[in-house]
């Protein structure tokens, strides 16, 4: 809008220079050759749109004719309009010089009221407002309820359901998840996969490759999954598994025996075990997708190389970035040290999988 009003005030400027050498005989008949042009559009087009810079033009210009001169004159608006629209001019130049007092509460204590509700489900606006109270925050408790209500956030005892996935994160030092899931080789045979993987750390284990997944293998692997743990400390005290008959009472009969309690999901809803189903999407698009498995001995290399380099190097957005096994390193700060960066590739499966690090 002031781009075009320069625009206007630069060519009514030289439009008014134009004049200055002209006679009164000719001015007369170009107002009357205009006011002949505007009388034919005024027959032909319908009612004409001013946008605001298109009002402020005749606003400030004919404002100073008293109302008499004004409606003898040929316009595309009522003079009463015109005079409106220097009204309306005025007023916005008052409400541009006086600052508007700013009303409620301010914008920090709004955005702390959310964040109490947001991080505790079950405190109501009276709990809330007992907290900044205890902050030193002076507000009323009608105001905590009105900023909830704004915001569209329900009472307490609608906001306490818990979901899975709010589930699994508060209990996350506690959960331990598996699955078997299958894949197939370049002549068609169907191998079994059997892994598990720790909530709070990201770690997985890759346990066993078969084609024939019999009560016996399965019991084996419990007890080599159990051992796996012991060795790593963890603590571990829940273990998700789905409703596959594949998972024997046996199988369960040796996790629990270690101290194990088995969760079973429910019967389609795989969110109850979304960690580990996650992670053989993972599997399938970074590593089985891309790779031509001849055997059980092929596909069980690979595997491990693809649990080395998952738990060692690939970076993992819930660990901010780090891997189960291995934290983040220091920060680079200075310019200095960004400049003379040397990084070092390393491949591995042919180059399926890439791992980079700083050269020595």
Same mark, same amino acid.
Request: proline share 6%.
């Given at each position: 809008?002031?781009?075009?009003?320069?625009?206007?005030?630069?060519?009514?400027?030289?439009?008014?220079?134009?004049?200055?050498?002209?006679?009164?005989?000719?001015?007369?008949?170009?107002?009357?050759?205009?006011? #002949?042009?505007?009388?034919?559009?005024?027959?032909?087009?319908?009612?004409?749109?001013?946008?605001?810079?298109? *009002?402020?033009?005749?606003?400030?210009?004919? #404002?100073?004719?008293?109302?008499?001169?004004?409606?003898?004159?040929?316009?595309?608006?009522?003079?009463?309009?015109?005079?409106?629209?220097?009204?309306?001019?005025?007023?916005?130049?008052?409400?541009?010089? !006086?600052?508007?007092?700013?009303?409620? *509460?301010?914008?920090?204590?709004?955005?702390?009221?959310?964040?109490?509700?947001?991080?505790? /489900?079950?405190?109501?606006?009276?709990?809330?407002?007992?907290?900044?109270?205890?902050?030193?925050?002076?507000?009323?408790?009608?105001?905590?309820?009105?900023?909830?209500?704004?915001?569209?956030?329900?009472?307490?005892?609608?906001?306490?359901?818990?979901?899975?996935?709010?589930?699994?994160?508060?209990?996350?030092?506690?959960?331990?998840?598996?699955?078997?899931?299958?894949?197939?080789?370049?002549?068609?045979?169907?191998?079994?996969?059997?892994?598990?993987?720790?909530?709070?750390? *990201?770690?997985?284990?890759?346990?066993?490759?078969?084609?024939?997944?019999?009560?016996?293998?399965?019991?084996?692997?419990?007890?080599?999954? /159990?051992?796996?743990?012991?060795?790593?400390?963890?603590?571990?005290?829940?273990?998700?598994?789905?409703?596959?008959?594949?998972?024997?009472?046996?199988?369960?009969?040796?996790?629990?025996?270690?101290?194990?309690?088995?969760?079973?999901?429910?019967?389609?809803?795989?969110?109850?075990?979304?960690?580990?189903?996650?992670?053989?999407?993972? !599997?399938?698009?970074?590593?089985?997708?891309?790779?031509?498995?001849?055997?059980?001995?092929?596909?069980?290399?690979?595997?491990?190389?693809?649990?080395?380099?998952?738990?060692?190097?690939?970076?993992?957005?819930?660990?901010?970035?780090?891997?189960?096994?291995?934290?983040?390193?220091?920060?680079?700060?200075?310019?200095?040290?960004?400049? #003379?960066?040397?990084?070092?590739?390393?491949?591995?499966?042919?180059?399926?999988? #890439?791992?980079?690090?700083?050269?020595?």
């Amino acid at each position: 809008m002031l781009l075009r009003l320069a625009y206007l005030a630069v060519t009514n400027t030289f439009a008014f220079i134009r004049l200055l050498p002209m006679s009164d005989r000719e001015k007369d008949v170009e107002i009357l050759a205009l006011r #002949h042009q505007l009388l034919v559009l005024q027959r032909q087009v319908g009612k004409p749109t001013f946008t605001d810079t298109d *009002r402020i033009v005749p606003a400030g210009l004919l #404002h100073h004719l008293p109302m008499r001169k004004l409606r003898h004159l040929l316009l595309l608006a009522r003079p009463d309009t015109i005079l409106r629209w220097h009204r309306d001019l005025l007023k916005r130049r008052h409400a541009a010089t !006086c600052v508007p007092k700013r009303r409620g *509460r301010p914008p920090t204590i709004r955005a702390l009221v959310l964040r109490l509700a947001r991080e505790n /489900v079950s405190w109501g606006y009276r709990r809330i407002h007992g907290e900044l109270a205890a902050l030193d925050i002076k507000v009323a408790a009608s105001t905590v309820w009105e900023i909830l209500r704004e915001h569209g956030i329900p009472p307490a005892p609608e906001r306490q359901s818990t979901t899975w996935a709010a589930f699994l994160r508060s209990q996350a030092q506690a959960l331990l998840a598996c699955d078997l899931f299958e894949t197939r080789t370049l002549t068609g045979a169907r191998l079994y996969v059997f892994a598990a993987i720790e909530h709070a750390t *990201r770690r997985v284990r890759i346990l066993g490759v078969t084609a024939y997944p019999t009560g016996d293998w399965i019991v084996q692997l419990a007890r080599n999954l /159990v051992m796996d743990l012991e060795d790593a400390g963890s603590r571990a005290r829940f273990l998700i598994r789905d409703r596959d008959c594949k998972f024997t009472p046996a199988f369960d009969a040796v996790l629990t025996s270690a101290g194990l309690e088995i969760v079973t999901s429910g019967v389609r809803m795989p969110r109850m075990n979304s960690i580990v189903e996650r992670w053989i999407q993972t !599997c399938q698009h970074e590593l089985l997708d891309r790779t031509l498995i001849w055997n059980q001995r092929h596909l069980l290399h690979a595997l491990r190389e693809f649990e080395s380099f998952y738990n060692g190097h690939r970076p993992h957005l819930v660990l901010r970035q780090a891997a189960p096994l291995r934290p983040l390193p220091a920060p680079i700060i200075g310019p200095g040290q960004v400049r #003379h960066l040397k990084i070092r590739r390393r491949d591995r499966l042919g180059g399926i999988l #890439h791992e980079y690090q700083h050269a020595a």
